[in-house]
């Protein structure tokens, strides 16, 4: 990242590049003895490390567990890490141990796996076209080498039938190789593709399906009253494009709670959209007691307000 992140106590200076490469990853932590996994996404990598944004907070100094679906893999990679800083949802981990294959996967992953595409087809083809200029280039036999081609012919035919195979079965090996690689590739992008969208909708807040009768508000509850039944605060990111601007203010949302106490729908009543996004990624981790109607966990629609000060 470019700008220096606040909680980052270490030195600056990197050790290996930086890859751009967003996927998604789970992240472990032991709180008091019980095993907690906390959603995120990558933002960057890199051999040594990562950065992500998180569904929660971490320590800085605290060992974790690491779990990140690459596209390239098909399985997900699992390591362990250490936390060396922590910025509200954004994180930097560090890798404890990384095999040769898995720092190879990373920098695949980033490249969206083309690198191997490009060069292993190609280097299969410089080799058959490599080894046509040489048979074609060959000077003709003589002494011995005419003797013993002589017996081979007697044995099995002509010495130049068979040579004559080796061209077309290492051609029918590059183009069968070729097509195994295309279809990964292709199913690794509509795999990348499907996943991004479903991210890019969930940080919109869209919902792909109507809300149904069941899921609908049965009451309006006054802000105060949520304010006490709520269990888990995340606070919002102030974006660095409303810092540059100065822009400050309160965003007021209206929200529908559901049985759960997760926040299902949310919509801003008014603010810039850059303060309204961010407020509303924050609300996304919001978590309430259930709110009861006679007894019985209900879907609440209330109201709540966000700050932001430079």
């Known amino acids: 990242m ?89 994180c930097g981990l560090e890798f404890l141990w990384l095999s040769a294959e898995e720092r190879a996967a990373i920098r695949d992953s980033a490249n969206g796996g083309k690198a191997e595409v490009i060069a292993s087809p190609g280097a299969v083809a410089s080799k058959s076209e490599k080894r046509k200029a040489e048979r074609n ?17 007697d044995g099995q035919g002509s010495g130049q039938g068979s040579t004559g195979k080796k061209p ?17 590739a292709i199913g690794a992008g509509i795999f990348w593709w499907r996943w991004n969208r479903g991210w ?15 899921d609908r508000p049965q009451a309006q509850v006054a802000a105060e009253v949520m304010e006490k039944l709520l ?22 949302l209206d929200i529908v709670v559901g049985r759960d106490g997760a926040v299902a729908s949310m919509r801003a009543l008014n603010g810039p959209d850059v303060l309204a996004r961010a407020a509303m990624d924050a609300l996304r981790w919001w978590r309430f007691e259930p709110y009861r109607v006679n007894g019985e966990p209900a879907v609440v629609e209330t109201t709540v307000a966000v700050e932001f000060k430079p």
């Open 2 to 90: 470019a700008e220096e992140v606040k909680g980052w106590t270490g030195p600056t200076r990197r050790q290996a590049e930086r890859f751009d490469l967003k996927t998604p990853l789970d992240v472990t932590v032991l709180r008091s003895g019980i095993p907690d996994t906390v959603p995120g996404r990558t933002v960057d990598a890199s051999e040594n490390g990562l950065a992500a944004m998180l569904a929660g907070e971490l320590t800085p100094g605290e060992t974790v567990g690491v779990q990140i679906q690459l596209p390239v893999m098909p399985d997900p990679l699992r390591t362990r890490a250490k936390v060396r800083y922590q910025d509200k949802l954004r």
């Open 137 to 153: 280039t060959e000077k003709e036999p003589t002494g011995k080498q005419k003797s013993a081609a002589s017996q081979q012919d």
């Open 168 to 184: 077309g079965n290492n051609q029918r090996l590059a183009w069968v190789f070729i097509f195994v690689v295309l279809v990964v």
């Open 200 to 214: 890019e909708d969930l940080e919109a807040g869209l919902k792909s399906d109507p809300t149904s009768a069941a």
């Open 231 to 252: 269990i888990h605060r995340v606070e919002p990111v102030y974006p660095a494009e409303a810092r540059r601007a100065n822009m400050q203010g309160v965003i007021a």
